[in-house]
C-alpha cells in the first residue's frame, strides 16, 4: 500500500528566504507526483506535475524535484512571500489506478 | 472562466438526514472525483467516474453514493450521515488517458464544508 509521508507538518519562516518542502513515498512504482496548495477553507490549486521520467519542473518561484527510486520529491520555493502562507500538499498517481494518494501536507507560514 | 463548482460551501444537517453535495465543471473532463478530507488530514479518495464507469474505493462506506447524469453534473449522497462524517467534500477532474496512470493534473472545487447537528 503507497504511504506518502510530508516533513515538517508546520514551517515558519521570515519573507525572503528560500525554503524546501519535503515529501516521500513507499513504492516508487508511481506514475507521477503533484505538488498542491491549499489555502484555509478551500479547494486544492496545482502547483507542479512532474511525469515519473522527469527529474524536475520549474513554474515561477517554485521548483520541484522528483527522485523516483528513493522514494522523493521536493518543492523547492524562491524568495517566500506573506502570499505563499498556505499547506502544500503532495500526491502521487498510483500505477494501476486513476487516483491519487496525497501525504498530510506541510503548514507553511511566511511572516513579514 | 472553465472551473469546478461546487455547490453549497457549507452545509448543515441533522444527524441521520440524507443529504446531497453537488458538483459542475465546464472543463469537460472525463473524470471526476469526490475526496473527504477531515482537519488536518490528507484528502481521501471516496470514488471516481471514468466516463460512465464508477469506480468505488474499498474502504468508502456504503452510506456514501455518487451519481454522474452527465459530463458536466456529478453528485454525492450521504445517505445517512454520522457525527463522523463531518468534514470538507472536495470535487476534482481531470482528462483521463487510455494510458491508465497518465492523468492530467487534476482540478479542484473550493469544496463544500458539511457539518452534522
Known amino acids: 500500500k503507497q504511504e506518502v509521508t510530508q516533513i515538517p507538518a508546520a514551517l515558519s519562516v521570515p519573507e525572503g528566504e528560500n525554503l524546501v518542502l519535503n515529501c516521500s513515498f513507499t513504492?516508487?512504482?508511481?506514475?507521477?507526483l503533484q505538488w498542491f496548495r491549499q489555502d484555509p477553507g478551500k479547494g486544492l490549486t496545482s502547483l507542479l506535475l512532474?511525469?515519473?521520467?522527469?527529474r524536475e519542473q520549474t513554474s515561477g518561484r517554485l521548483n520541484a524535484s522528483l527522485d523516483k527510486s528513493s522514494g522523493r520529491s521536493t518543492l523547492y520555493i524562491a524568495a517566500s512571500q506573506p502570499g505563499d502562507s498556505a499547506t502544500y500538499l503532495c500526491a502521487v498517481t498510483v500505477q494501476g489506478a486513476q487516483k491519487l494518494v496525497f501525504g498530510q501536507g506541510t503548514r507553511l507560514t511566511i511572516n513579514p | 472562466d472553465a472551473m469546478v463548482i461546487q455547490n453549497p460551501r457549507y452545509q448543515v444537517t441533522q444527524f441521520g438526514k440524507p443529504v446531497t453535495l453537488s458538483c459542475s465543471q465546464t472543463l469537460n473532463h472525463n473524470v471526476m472525483y469526490w475526496y473527504q478530507q477531515k482537519s488536518s488530514q490528507a484528502p481521501k479518495l471516496l470514488f471516481h467516474y471514468y466516463d460512465k464507469d464508477f469506480n468505488n474505493e474499498a474502504d468508502t462506506p456504503d452510506n456514501f453514493q455518487s451519481r454522474r447524469p452527465n459530463t458536466s453534473f456529478c453528485f454525492l449522497d450521504i445517505r445517512s450521515p454520522g457525527l463522523g462524517d463531518a468534514a470538507m467534500y472536495l470535487c476534482?477532474?481531470?482528462?483521463?488517458?487510455?494510458?491508465?496512470?497518465?492523468?492530467?493534473?487534476?482540478?479542484f472545487g473550493d469544496g463544500t464544508r458539511l457539518s452534522i447537528l
Open positions: 476534482a477532474t481531470s482528462r483521463g488517458t487510455a494510458q491508465v496512470g497518465r492523468l492530467q493534473p487534476q482540478h
Open positions: 512532474i511525469q515519473s521520467s522527469q
Open positions: 513504492d516508487s512504482a508511481i506514475y507521477n
